[in-house]
């Protein structure tokens, strides 16, 4: 992964995780263990698959970039429908909060986009490559005598 990258990636991974883990407390605090068990499952869901989204967008950026706008909205909305798949799936369950696991789901997914989009908006990344001026001063014009 180039610098850029990273940068972006831990730029949203930590006000996430920092999210996440105040849903934990306060999830602890309000419901008990079950509770801070919820949201700790949700803000790692939420990491892995925006973590994961994140690399895709990334990879098709560089191999097919004509297909970079589509494949964005596509996987925003994977994600999301993905998101409400673990909501409907968890919503029984006993090992944790359900609540807690839904509330914290949609606030990690919400900061990470927000971090993302922050962190793309303040990196200076070139949108268009500038080409090398190295070939064009070697070249020679005209007849050579």
């Known amino acids: 992964m180039p610098s850029n990258d990273v940068r972006i990636l831990l730029q949203a991974a930590a006000p996430t995780a920092a999210v996440g883990a105040i849903a934990a407390v306060v999830g602890g605090l309000v419901v008990g263990g079950k509770g801070a068990i919820g949201a700790g499952i949700a803000i790692l869901v939420v990491l892995l698959f925006m973590g994961i989204g994140l690399y895709v967008l990334q990879w098709t950026a560089k191999s097919l970039p004509h297909l970079f ?8 909305l994977a994600q999301i429908l993905l998101m409400f798949m673990f909501i409907a799936l968890f919503k029984d369950t006993t090992l ?50």
């Open 96 to 145: 944790f909060d359900p609540k807690v696991f839904a509330l914290t789901l949609v606030a990690g997914t919400l900061t990470w986009v927000a971090a993302q989009a922050r962190a793309q908006m303040k990196a200076k990344i070139l949108y268009v490559d500038p080409e090398s001026t190295t070939d064009a001063k070697n070249e020679k014009s005209g007849h050579s005598a």
């Open 69 to 76: 706008q589509a494949m964005g909205l596509m996987l925003y």
